[in-house]
């Protein structure tokens, strides 16, 4: 009896390994898309104060500091 506990005890071992390593994988693949998407969406949006909203002269943190201040006055 005690070595089929024991080999139940290795195949549980094994199977826990199994899934942590899927587990990190999924979790490191999302970590990579979400940095992708939202260090994008950064690019987007600058790109879009700079042409849309930024005075001449103005740097497009300048313009968003401008713009956060006006919607805060609302």
């Given at each position: 009896m005690k070595k089929t506990a024991d080999t139940n005890d290795k195949i549980a071992g094994k199977v826990t390994e199994g899934y942590k390593?899927?587990?990190n994988g999924?979790?490191?693949g999302y970590k990579k898309?979400?940095?992708g998407v939202?260090?994008?969406f950064e690019k987007v949006s600058d790109k879009c104060v700079e042409v849309l909203f930024?005075?001449?002269g103005e740097s497009v943190e300048e313009a968003k500091e401008?713009?956060?201040k006006k919607t805060i006055d609302l």
């Amino acid at each position: 009896m005690k070595k089929t506990a024991d080999t139940n005890d290795k195949i549980a071992g094994k199977v826990t390994e199994g899934y942590k390593k899927i587990e990190n994988g999924v979790v490191e693949g999302y970590k990579k898309i979400e940095t992708g998407v939202v260090e994008g969406f950064e690019k987007v949006s600058d790109k879009c104060v700079e042409v849309l909203f930024a005075k001449e002269g103005e740097s497009v943190e300048e313009a968003k500091e401008r713009l956060n201040k006006k919607t805060i006055d609302l």
